[in-house]
């Protein structure tokens, strides 16, 4: 799992992998991104 990023270039924490193997965003990302979308449907 050693090297592995996410788009942003935050290194994928090996839990947070085997927690969520789908997850695409680091969480200040996806935090950053809901709060973007509760914007928009506001």
């Not at 090996?14 to 928009?40: I, K, N, T, V």
Request: glycine share 8%.
């Amino acid at each position: 799992m050693d090297g592995l990023l996410f788009a942003c270039g935050v290194r994928i924490n090996e839990q947070r992998l085997l927690a969520d193997p789908a997850a695409s965003m680091c969480f200040d990302c996806q935090r950053r991104e809901e709060g973007e979308m509760l914007c928009r449907t506001l």
